[in-house]
């Protein structure tokens, strides 16, 4: 009997997930060790701050869907990976044992440096941040920053924006947008968000970086200093440093280095998928479409692993399409070089995020209530 460990149940995970009682049938043991019961989907996380989505729509309960499969499921963290001995370190469970192990735990934000409140300051990851961001948020506050010029900074000003100017609430966004704001994206893209923003109460301050956070004041490298009440913090993502910590072989940016099977280079019972892999073959963008086309590839290589077959690669796809959720369902769609923007591509984002949703959420989440904690 082989046991195989899940490290982290995010996106990639969600297919093995399903699958535990397959695993379960063919005599091996599956631990998931999670950080929380729930994993939330990033692709309505935005939807969040407008209050468009509720929390229970975006999350799946990966606790019960474990257990409900035959599986053993860690509420913990990963804190460590001891691969000459294939165990696995958490915070408060100790050292768990793996034969094959796979790991999809996901990115975080970086805090900026000097000397601030925690508890106003947060980050985009995890995405359940943004529900507890939004709870925060007081009826005095005035001016509430968002920092980080990408689309996750776009999407979430622009919905934050909606909720404040649909609540009557009298606060405002700025939005610190480093030195091109949606850098990455074509003009007419960059053109189309900054006329949502300006409907909006936001301010973007694009070409302005942020230099250092103080308590209720954002200081900006060309030495502007902006009040804020709370702040979100959006300026990218980077992966865990376990992997490098456990010298294991990682990407430049510290991520699980793997080949196309999805599998540890040098180390052929580890695998993993999501934002915490460097893929050798080629550089991919940490989105959750990867993560999610990933997922399908780890069940069927980790099945393979503990029963000795043929191993399937992953074929990343060149292009993806994306649609920016701008709030009020406003969408902005780009596939290749056409861009549409409106009510239909939101209808179009919601409707596949939600057929998403639809597939995992197997525990009746929807049902469940709420806890604020
Ligand atoms: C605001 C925002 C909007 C986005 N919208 C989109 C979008 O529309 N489309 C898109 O493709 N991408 C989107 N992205 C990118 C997307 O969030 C990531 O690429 C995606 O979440 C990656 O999935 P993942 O499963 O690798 O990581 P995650 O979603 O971060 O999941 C990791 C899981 O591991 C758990 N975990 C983390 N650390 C530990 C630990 N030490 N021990 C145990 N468990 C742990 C976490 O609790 C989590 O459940 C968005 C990102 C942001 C910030």
Known sequence: MATLVLAGAGHAHLPILTNI?????????????????????????????SGDYRPEHTRFDVATLTRRGGGTFVRDRVTGIDPGTRKVHTENSGWIDYDVLSCNLGSSVCLPTGEFDKDRVFTVK???NLDKFRRSVQAT?????????????????????????????SAHV??????VFL???????RHRVERTLDALPVRLHAGERLA?????????ESGLALPYDRALLATGVTPPLLFAEADLPTGQDGGLLVNRFLQAIDHPEIFGGGDCISFADRHLARVGVYAVRQGPVLLRNLLAALEGEQLTPFRPQNH????FNLGRQQGLLRWHSLTWSGRIPFLI?????????????????TNQPHSSS
């Open 21 to 49: 009682p397959e695993f379960v049938r063919r005599g091996h043991c599956v631990t998931v060790i999670g950080a929380d019961d729930f994993h939330y989907y990033s692709g309505m996380g935005p939807g969040l701050l």
């Open 126 to 128: 995890p995405i359940e």
């Open 141 to 169: 506050d005035r001016n509430l920053l968002v920092v980080g010029g990408g689309a996750a900074g776009a999407e979430i000003a622009a919905n934050l924006g909606c909720w404040l100017s649909g609540s009557g609430h």
């Open 174 to 179: 700025d939005l610190i947008a480093g030195n």
């Open 183 to 189: 850098a990455d994206f074509p003009a007419g893209i």
């Open 212 to 220: 250092k956070l103080e308590r209720g004041q954002a200081i900006l």
């Open 320 to 323: 993806f399409l994306l649609i």
């Open 349 to 365: 984002k919601d409707y596949i995020d939600r057929r998403f949703m639809q597939e995992y959420q197997r525990c009746g989440e």
